[in-house]
């Protein structure tokens, strides 16, 4: 008896995205351990827990795909690519990743609403809110280093951001829960 409730393209681009997810894990790995050689301990924990968030939303798409009764498939990830060049830089990097993978994520909503594959479009929706969270936290901390100097920020300033990204929560305010009394 067939238990599988994925469509082939449907598993497969969840198997993808599994794949994906272990990618921007290692990626924020990479990242993490460059901000730490610099010196960057407040940068490089907020990484290291970003890495591990994304490991997290890598199981999340293992275990849906098990659960629908589909074959999950193991393969191997990029290399993380080249050390960024300063903090703006890395910065840049992680919100251009975070878009990308947005956008894939967005692909495969449409796929499971063309498919009306309910359960998937469902599971889904949880990392489009979470993708908003992500791209809103990387554009708040661009914010922040723009503030900063940028690519020219001074070591004051890089020291400050340093210690305030130590502290900073893993979690952005959203638009759509802000209220007029809590902005």
């Known amino acids: 008896m ?8 449907l598993a497969a681009a969840l ?6 997810e272990a990618h921007n894990s ?11 050689d610099k010196g960057y301990d407040g940068i490089a924990n907020f990484l290291f827990r970003h890495a591990n968030e994304e490991r997290n939303h890598m199981m999340k798409f293992l275990e849906y795909i098990l659960k629908r009764g589909a074959k999950v498939v193991v393969t191997a990830i990029p290399a993380p690519g080249h050390d960024p060049k300063s903090v703006n830089d890395c910065f840049e990097k992680v919100f251009k990743y975070e878009v990308e993978n947005t956008t894939s994520i967005y692909n495969i909503v449409n796929m499971s609403l063309e498919e009306k594959d309910w359960a ?6 949880w990392f489009v809110k979470e993708q908003t969270e992500e791209e ?39 638009a759509q829960d802000v209220t007029v009394e809590k902005p």
């Not at 290692?26 to 730490?36: D, P, V």
């Not at 998937?120 to 929706?125: G, I, K, M, S, V």
């Not at 922040?144 to 929560?169: C, R």
């Open 2 to 9: 067939n238990t599988n409730r994925l469509s082939p393209t």
């Open 15 to 20: 198997n993808a995205q599994m794949t994906n």
């Open 26 to 36: 290692q990626i924020y790995l990479a990242y993490a351990s460059w901000a730490s």
């Open 120 to 125: 998937t479009w469902n599971f889904l929706q």
């Open 136 to 174: 809103t936290l990387a554009l708040d901390l661009l914010s922040k280093i723009k503030v900063a100097g940028g690519e020219k920020a001074n070591p004051e300033a890089l020291y400050t951001l340093d210690l305030d990204l130590g502290k900073t929560p893993d979690d952005a305010v959203l």
